[in-house]
Structures are given as C-alpha cells and as structure tokens.
C-alpha cells in the first residue's frame, strides 16, 4: 500500500499561484503514475493533470483542458514527491484536490485525504 500525503491548499485570490504537493512513502515500487483530480462542491471528481513514468527521473504529463497553460505538473523522484503548480487562477478552481497513484494513469490505486483550494474573486 502507498500512503499520499498532500499540502500545499488554502485560500489565495483570483490571478494568483499555489503549489500543491503530494509526498508518497510505502510500496512505491510498483508505482509509474501520480496524478491530480479536484472535487468543487456538487460536482463530480475530475481529472486535472498526471505524470507518468518508466525510469527513474522525468516523465509524461496530461492535462484536462481547462489547466493546460496554467497548472504544471511535476515529480521530484528522490523525495518521492508529486507536485502541482497552478498559477492564474479562477474562482472555477476552487475545490478539494486529491492526489492519487498507481501503476498507469489510467489505474490509480491509492488515493490522498485531499487539500482545499479556494480562489477568491
């Protein structure tokens, strides 16, 4: 089993930056894709960006459209770590935002306890 731990959440205006993190630590061996996914208040979950992965550094990312241009997503390989980058943004980002993990992007298998962004406009 891995364990996701995310930070990085919290209140920031429209136009402004945040960088989400999400620390993996356990079996993560087993581990070649890290993702994003966001939950907005009486809305489903929804993809936001991931990265894949088959050797040790660098990787393949993916964005939903609606971030393509402002969030970024990125990995730190020896710390175990999953990034997101997200700059401009709109109140529509505001939700609680998961990060997930497993063998491809389109299996994820552990799941984080999630972090609250809210933009305000």
């Known amino acids: 089993q891995v364990q996701l731990v995310e930070s990085g959440g919290g209140l920031v205006q429209a136009g402004g930056s945040l960088r989400l993190s999400c620390a993996a630590s356990?079996?993560?061996?087993?581990?070649?894709?890290m993702g994003w996914f966001r939950q907005a208040p009486g809305k489903e979950r929804e993809f936001v960006a991931t990265?894949?992965?088959?050797?040790?550094?660098?990787?393949?990312?993916d964005y939903v459209d609606s971030v393509k241009g402002r969030f970024t997503i990125s990995r730190d390989n020896a710390k175990n770590t999953v990034y997101l980058q997200m700059n401009t943004l709109s109140p529509e980002d505001t939700a609680v935002y998961y990060c997930?993990?497993?063998?491809?992007?389109?299996?994820?298998?552990?799941w984080g306890q999630g972090t609250q962004v809210t933009v305000s406009s």
């Open positions: 997930a993990a497993g063998p491809s992007r389109y299996v994820y298998t552990d």
């Open positions: 990265i894949t992965w088959s050797g040790g550094s660098g990787g393949s990312t």
């Open positions: 356990g079996r993560t061996f087993g581990i070649h894709a």
